[in-house]
């Protein structure tokens, strides 16, 4: 398992990252250039996504939900639970990983210098939405007086648009036996040399 490394504020230089070689002929992921356009991108989805989820929250409580304590007590655990999802992000990788934040932007994020097949990248992306965003949403659509897992759901979902994105270039740009590394801000993929 990694060593998972807390480093605390992102210093907004992508040289300041830890990072592997960059590796001749990998293809660069079509993604944002910046964290700052990633951020703008991930945070407009996550208002769209959250609209979506939120109104479904509230069409399966029904009115008599508003005033529920468990609205907030929901909400709140978002915000707790942010540090979480990222160490969730961090136990997938199997070298050093280093957990940042970029609260300015909106954004915590951990950097992995390692090279790894889609499906574990696509894994790596996805528990920490599965453990706080979906599962905590199904539970509550399936039994409404979940009140504190939907609305932790509600916004956890959403929350989690800079993952998907990920999930998606990954799919649809990387080629069935490639590995994908990150290099400063931006995420390559590469196929690996035959033994």
Known sequence: MAKIKYMGKYSGNPDDLPTQTYREGSVKFKEPETMKKLAIIANIGALIVAVFTLGLFYL????GMFGNFGIPVGFLLVVVTMLPHEYLHAICFKEEVYVYTNLK???????????????????????????????????Y???????????????????????????????????????????????????????
């Open 105 to 139: 932007q909106g954004l915590l994020f951990v950097v992995g210098p390692e090279a790894m097949t889609k499906g574990r990248f696509i894994f790596m992306s996805m528990l920490p939405n599965l453990v706080f965003g979906f599962i905590p949403y199904i539970l």
């Open 60 to 63: 399966r409580g029904g009115i």
């Open 141 to 195: 659509m399936i039994w409404p007086n979940l009140v504190v897992l939907g609305a932790l759901g509600a916004l956890a979902i959403p929350a989690g648009f800079g993952d998907y994105m990920n999930v998606f270039n990954a799919a649809t740009q990387m080629p069935k036996g490639s590995l994908t590394y990150l290099y400063k801000t931006n995420s390559y993929w590469f196929m690996p040399k035959e033994a």
